[in-house]
């Protein structure tokens, strides 16, 4: 199946592909206040989805008038330029490290902007390692710091303001990946009030980007075309690649989810160009996954084979483990349809080992589940039996019934062909039992034709 793009975290604020999400930091002009922002989270088109762009340029934001920005004392940080150089590399655990290390050096009561800085800044890493409740835990800390501050100069109420609409993004990105669509729009809309007030071009191009992604997630698409097409000409303004390059990337996803994959593959390997150019190794991998998901719709599994395997690469050398588990199990697919058994074993094996390094257990369930499914189509039925077995343990763990329905009407069909009858009966009346209970009528009906062939060979036994 086709996965859905993922989207670029926010700047301020990201996927596999389902849920790819990978976040930024601010403009070197505005190193005053290196914000690592992921505000408007990347699409990752996975298993779900400068220069000109191409197509139409609906309503676009005016130019910001350059504006003078008072400079933080982190700009004069060097531990802190460090941490900021580590996240742009999508170095996310080294950089985590990194902005700890200058949180334990600050004065809470003498630099506290400057800790809020820092403790958005470690929320926006944790939001690039997917670890929400931590980066939320950041996030807050941050922001009753900032709400505390009184402002003793017009200068100092222009800082306050950007620190408050990227902390906002972030906050509001993470709400989107819990899909409080509602709330994170708010959320976006008051940050780029504050942006807005600053005259701050990043801040206002991220808070549009945001805004965009909330409506792409609504299915809003041409809400999010113009608010994205707003965000590109203030991103070419302030001219930071990795920006530009993520609202790139969102906008190629929207432009895949609209059915329009040409042009989706042409706004990637603009943005493509742009995140090799600043070395950034996890944005890198994000493309090229979405890049390979396009292939892969358009029935080009060479292309899509190429463009996984060098994604996986760079993601394993960033140890984005739950990321790279995905790809693996992408490339399991192609190997399997391409009747390569033993690779597309080995593949998800792979995809299983680096689910566990992440402790991902809805991905670990998934690849559990796939890897019985080739089994199956191999007739290993042993092999198969242990996935599945495996695949419910996770699953039951998690406790999404309508994944635990279909790996046991799965385990239910392997023992059918081991010739446990009885065992298979058993295995496929849970799974319509819960099939009822989440109303999928579909999964409940398959599974008694199922049960229906099962008692026709036991009648003529």
């Known amino acids: ?86 996240f742009r590399g999508g170095l ?3 950089a985590l490290e990194t902005f700890e290390q200058v949180r334990r050096q600050l004065n809470p009561e003498t630099e506290s902007m400057v800790l809020a800085e820092t403790l958005t800044s470690i929320g926006e890493v944790y939001t690039n390692l997917s670890e929400d409740t931590s980066a939320l835990q950041a996030l807050q800390q941050a922001l009753e710091i900032y709400r505390r501050q009184s402002p003793a100069s017009e200068g100092d109420r222009q800082l306050l303001n950007i620190g408050i609409s990227r902390n906002l993004n972030l906050i509001g990105f993470i709400n989107r990946s819990q899909s409080q669509f509602d709330l994170a729009l708010k959320q976006h809309q008051e940050a780029l009030q504050l942006a807005e007030t600053a005259q701050d071009p990043a801040s206002i191009a991220e808070s549009f980007h945001n805004i965009a992604s909330v409506y792409t997630n609504l299915g809003e698409y041409e809400q999010a075309l113009e608010f994205y097409e707003k965000a590109r000409p203030l991103r070419e303004q302030v001219g930071d690649l990795r920006d ?24 990637y390997q603009q943005a493509l160009a742009m995140r090799r ?41 960033i140890n984005d483990s739950s990321n790279a588990s995905r790809i693996y199990s992408l490339i399991g697919s192609i190997y399997e349809a391409q009747n390569q058994g033993n690779e597309a074993i080995a593949a998800t094996q792979q995809a299983i080992t680096l689910a566990k390094t992440a402790a991902d257990d809805e991905r670990l369930g998934d ?48 023992y059918a062909s081991l010739g446990n009858y009885t065992q298979a009966v058993e295995t496929l009346q849970q799974a319509v039992t819960l099939w009822k209970e989440t109303g999928d009528s579909e999964g409940e009906q398959a599974a008694r034709k199922i049960l229906q062939t099962i008692e026709q060979k036991q009648g003529q036994q």
């Open 277 to 317: 150019q600043i070395g950034d190794q996890a944005g890198v991998g994000r493309l090229l996954s979405n890049m390979g998901l396009i292939y892969r719709q358009l029935g080009d599994n060479t292309q899509a084979l190429a463009h996984f395997k060098q994604a996986v690469s760079l993601l394993e050398r």
């Open 367 to 414: 690849a559990w589940n796939q890897l019985g499914s080739i089994y199956t189509n191999q007739n290993q039925y042993q092999e198969a039996l242990q996935a599945y077995q495996n695949a419910l343990e996770v699953r039951q763990r998690i406790g999404v019934k309508t994944e635990i329905g279909n790996t046991l009407n799965n385990l239910g069909q392997v």
């Open 92 to 94: 996310f655990q080294d």
């Open 1 to 86: 199946m086709v996965s859905s793009p993922i989207l670029n975290p926010p700047h301020n604020s990201p996927d596999p592909l389902s849920q790819f999400v990978s976040r930024s930091l601010w403009p070197s002009y505005l190193m005053s206040l290196v914000v690592l922002s992921l505000s408007g989270g990347e699409l990752l088109i996975g298993e779900l989805l400068m220069t000109s762009l191409v197509g139409p340029v609906l309503a676009q934001a005016q130019l910001i008038p350059p504006t003078s920005i008072p400079a933080s004392p982190l700009n004069n940080n060097s531990l802190y330029q460090t941490g900021v150089e580590q």
């Open 244 to 267: 530009y390059s993520r609202t790139l990337n969102n906008l190629g996803a929207l432009y895949f989810s609209m059915g329009n994959s040409p042009k989706a593959l042409t706004i």
